[in-house]
């Protein structure tokens, strides 16, 4: 079965944090690099460990997730581009969250780690949309480099509008 996800799944605009699907790669690769600085902006004064009764996650667990999100797409990247194998594999947000323990993670470490993600998540993106790849996800099917970075941004984008619900909630 592939799973549904992108416009499929959110809608276009997204129907709960407005990402547009539209955007050039160029603009979400703007929209990722700026993460790191638009999350240390929201979550100041933040300990990181507020939650939302409507959300799985605290703000630094959603930190870590997006870290790892923009971490394991750029090997996976770099890895079809450098190996022409194709085929990249799904993984378990929850299972790598509790492998990682997401909840002992103290926030400035999981900011700092965003900052290197992003970075390396950048160089292989920008490889990805030179090449025109496209490669096979497990449960996604076939997906060119740019459905690859339109997913990434928006996850990330999505995820600093959770934050900042959660930060509005406590306040």
Known sequence: MTEI???????????????????????????????????????????????????????????????????????RLIGVIKSGELSVGAYDQDALGEARQYDRVPLVAALWSLDRAVAA?????????????????????????IDVVHGNAHDAHHHGWDIERILAYRA
């Open 5 to 75: 996800w992108g416009v499929a799944r959110f809608g276009d605009p997204c129907r709960e944090c407005g990402f547009s699907w539209t955007i050039t790669g160029a603009r979400a690769i703007d929209i990722v690099r700026g993460i790191p600085s638009h999350y240390r902006v929201i979550a100041a004064g933040a300990t990181g460990y507020e939650r939302h009764p409507d959300l799985g996650w605290n703000v630094t667990e959603y930190v870590c997730h997006v870290t790892d999100n923009l971490r394991n797409w750029a090997e």
């Open 121 to 145: 998540w950048i160089e292989a993106t920008t490889l990805a949309l030179d090449y025109s790849l496209v490669l096979v996800h497990d449960t996604r099917g076939r997906m060119a480099a």
